[in-house]
């Protein structure tokens, strides 16, 4: 690995499948925003049914939706390689392989979250308050 600060880019090979993601958004955000992506809003950590209560939440549900249609790579799992630099992820499979689609995913979420506020109200928001869809 190869580390770099104050805004010059940093280059790392990872092969640690869902893993990867998580190591993106400390990268880009810190740990405390990634540990708060594990139960924000209605989508975030979770499997919302009802719409994005914010910017941060529609991320995670446009990541959710990436991930559906990526179902038979299996992209919680997949192994794929990337770089970071100066707030980008640069993925390094093909772009039509597994890997590649996989890997853009995470690089389109890490990027729709750049200049969100995160709004403290959503942090392990109560699902039957903020995310009933309304069905019975």
Same mark, same amino acid.
């Given at each position: 690995?190869?580390?770099?600060?104050?805004?010059?880019?940093?280059?790392?090979?990872?092969?640690?499948?869902?893993?990867?993601?998580?190591?993106?958004?400390?990268?880009?955000?810190?740990?405390?925003?990634?540990?708060?992506?594990?139960?924000?809003?209605?989508?975030?950590?979770?499997?919302? !049914?009802?719409? /994005?209560?914010?910017?941060?939440?529609?991320? =995670? @549900?446009?990541? &959710?939706?990436?991930? *559906?249609?990526?179902?038979?790579?299996?992209?919680?799992?997949?192994?794929?390689?990337?770089?970071?630099?100066?707030?980008?992820?640069?993925? !390094?499979?093909? /772009?039509?392989?597994?890997?590649?689609?996989? =890997? @853009?995913?995470? &690089?389109?979420?890490? *990027?729709?979250?750049?200049?969100?506020?995160?709004?403290?109200?959503?942090?392990?928001?109560?699902?039957?308050?903020?995310?009933?869809?309304?069905?019975?």
């Amino acid at each position: 690995m190869v580390y770099s600060y104050k805004g010059e880019a940093r280059t790392m090979r990872h092969k640690r499948a869902l893993q990867q993601l998580e190591y993106q958004i400390k990268y880009h955000f810190g740990e405390d925003r990634a540990n708060a992506l594990l139960n924000y809003g209605c989508y975030c950590g979770r499997s919302g !049914e009802s719409d /994005p209560l914010d910017d941060v939440d529609q991320c =995670c @549900k446009n990541h &959710e939706d990436c991930y *559906d249609l990526e179902e038979d790579c299996l992209p919680k799992t997949l192994f794929y390689e990337f770089n970071l630099g100066n707030k980008t992820v640069n993925c !390094e499979n093909s /772009p039509n392989s597994c890997e590649g689609r996989v =890997c @853009k995913c995470d &690089e389109t979420f890490v *990027d729709c979250l750049q200049n969100k506020e995160f709004n403290p109200d959503y942090y392990n928001a109560d699902q039957d308050e903020y995310c009933d869809d309304g069905c019975q």
